[in-house]
């Protein structure tokens, strides 16, 4: 599912929140 979004062109900042996201969900 990440594969083809980066090949599709998944942005750096897209990459960045998601990231974040997840440190977030995990921090709690």
């Given at each position: 599912m990440y594969v083809k979004k980066i090949?599709?062109?998944f942005t750096l900042?897209?990459?960045l929140v998601t990231m974040a996201i997840i440190v977030t969900l995990?921090?709690?």
């Open positions: 090949q599709n062109g900042i897209e990459l995990t921090s709690f």
